[in-house]
Each structure stands twice: as C-alpha cells, then as structure tokens.
C-alpha cells in the first residue's frame, strides 16, 4: 500500500469508469491501492459516474470493508460468526483486545495494528477464525493469538 495521492486515484477513476457497475470496483481498486478510500476522491468519482456525492458516499458507509482512514501496519479481522462464538471467538477477542490496547474497529496508538470485526472468514470448521494480512487461521486460541501478532511485530 501506499500513501495516498490524489493524482493517483483520480487517474484509477478514470481507468475503470467504463467498467459496467464501475462504482464497486473504483472502490474496490482504491482500497487494494491505498489501504482505504479517502474522502477527497468522493467528488471525482461522483462526476465520473454521473452520481451523487451521497451515493458515492452510502456506497462507502454501508460496505463495512471499506475504511475512511489508513489502517494499521497489520490489520487483524477476528469472525464473530454463530460457529466462531460457539467457539469461543469472544474470549479470544477480548484476549487480543486487551494485549493491544484497541478494541474491534480501532487501530492500536503505535499503528501497528488494526482490529476489524467481520462476520465469516468461511473457516467455520476450525473456528474460531481469524485473518491476518490476508492469510486465514483456524482454531485461534489466546495463545496463538500471542504467537501471531509476536510474529507479525518481527516483520
């Protein structure tokens, strides 16, 4: 990821506003590109799209996967699915809460990490299940928490 720059993605706007249903997949790409769609960008992809800023802007806000701001160094999705709860994903929550001073939805002060909750990881066999920079674990204990986020701090 990288630091976001407006020339940049006004120019992935333009790249992909021919797409059928452009509007996901700009997100989408902006997302993948800077780590989360900033707010400026919003009126470029509107004129692009012939939308409203409001659209542009419910879009963003009801698609919980998109962030308004950086997210950290690492970014940790913990499942709070019916399979990950009966499995004791709270406990390890509140474990992993607790370890880095952030709850679900925050990132931690040094930035390195940031919490997000999300509602199937399609792990439900070896719950509970989590999601470290992209790559999925199963059967996620407070102790492999631990040894993840250890892990994560060395890279």
């Not at 509602?119 to 999601?131: E, I, K, R």
């Amino acid at each position: 990821m990288q630091v976001w720059n407006n020339e940049r993605a006004v120019t992935l706007v333009e790249q992909l506003k021919e797409l059928p249903g452009a509007l996901l997949p700009i997100l989408h790409a902006l997302q993948e590109e800077f780590g989360y769609v900033d707010a400026s960008v919003v009126p470029a992809i509107a004129d692009a799209l012939n939308l409203s800023k409001a659209e542009v802007h419910g879009t963003i806000s009801f698609y919980h996967d998109f962030r308004h701001h950086p997210p950290g160094k690492h970014v940790l999705k913990m499942c709070r699915a019916e399979a990950c709860q009966s499995m004791g994903c709270d406990a390890v929550i509140g474990h992993v809460e607790n370890r880095l001073g952030a709850k679900l939805g925050e990132t931690t002060a040094d930035g390195n990490f940031t919490l997000d909750a999300v509602y199937c990881l399609g792990n439900c066999a070896l719950s509970p299940a989590v999601m470290l920079d992209g790559k999925p674990y199963g059967r996620v204990s407070a102790q492999v928490a631990d040894f993840l986020i250890d892990d994560a701090r060395k890279r």
